[in-house]
């Protein structure tokens, strides 16, 4: 059985002790009231230590939201995946869209981010999405393919049993726009289609694949619904814990 996964990305927000407070109140939350999924919270790198140990793991697992693409050495300001390791955290987020726009990531640098991160022992929530423009071309399924392609696609079956890939069409971020249920469950089920072509259909049975893009307390359940979405990668309505709560209860 593939794991239902609700997992928050926080982005650049909030201060240390704002993470922290939020950290308590969502872990108070589901130490009361245990959720039906994994629930991951995916923090900026110096809260990550701070919320690692507060959080009772068996609820929620932590996150950080990249991680470099060098193992070690003279490169000021990056964090490597063993770094990320040492603070508690389970899992990464590669590949988001924001840092292929503002970071000019490229697939090579995060096929070597998914190793190092794989070789630490971090799991990883790859993210693939297509833009608006590629959408409107009708070329969604060969961006996503070439993503995945370029990325995780050459990692062994075992080492591929640590990602969850995460789509995220990228018109339906931040916008308030958020793809239909039918447009989601489409590439959700394209996604693992490529997967069992790569692995064989085993695998991709177990493999978890979430929606992100404007996922929210609202359409959560509607999204959730369908047989190819196990869950959601949720950006801005996980920084409220009630809001995050009623994602992860609508996955329940």
């Not at 070789?119 to 993503?147: D, M, S």
């Amino acid at each position: 059985m593939r794991k239902k996964i609700v997992a928050g990305n926080w982005k650049m927000n909030m201060n240390l002790q704002e993470g922290i407070a939020l950290a308590k109140e969502l872990n108070e939350m589901l130490v009361n009231d245990r959720p039906n999924c994994e629930v991951v919270i995916c923090t900026p790198f110096i809260h990550l230590a701070s919320v690692a140990q507060l959080v009772d793991e068996n609820v929620i697992k932590v996150g950080a939201e990249n991680c470099a693409d060098k193992e070690k050495g003279a490169f000021t300001g990056e964090v490597s995946a063993e770094m990320v390791k040492s603070t508690g955290a389970q899992y990464v987020i590669l590949g988001h869209s924001e840092r292929r726009a503002y970071q000019k990531e490229t697939y090579e640098m995060l096929e070597e981010k998914v190793k190092l991160a794989i070789k630490n022992g971090l799991k990883v929530i790859f993210c693939v999405g297509e833009v608006l423009e590629e959408r409107e071309a009708n070329i969604q399924n060969k961006c996503v393919k070439a993503a995945m392609d370029g990325s995780v696609m050459n990692l062994s079956e075992e080492e591929f049993r640590n990602i969850t890939i995460a789509y995220e069409p990228v018109w339906a971020i931040g916008t308030g726009k958020t793809a239909t249920a039918e447009q989601a469950q489409e590439m959700h089920a394209f996604i693992r289609s490529v997967i069992a072509e790569k692995y064989g259909q085993a695998v991709a049975d177990d493999t978890t694949i979430l929606y992100g893009g404007s996922c929210n307390a609202k359409n959560a359940a509607e999204l959730f619904a369908n047989p190819d979405i196990d869950g959601g990668l949720i950006g801005g309505a996980s920084l409220k814990a009630a809001d995050f709560k009623c994602i992860i209860d609508a996955r329940g």
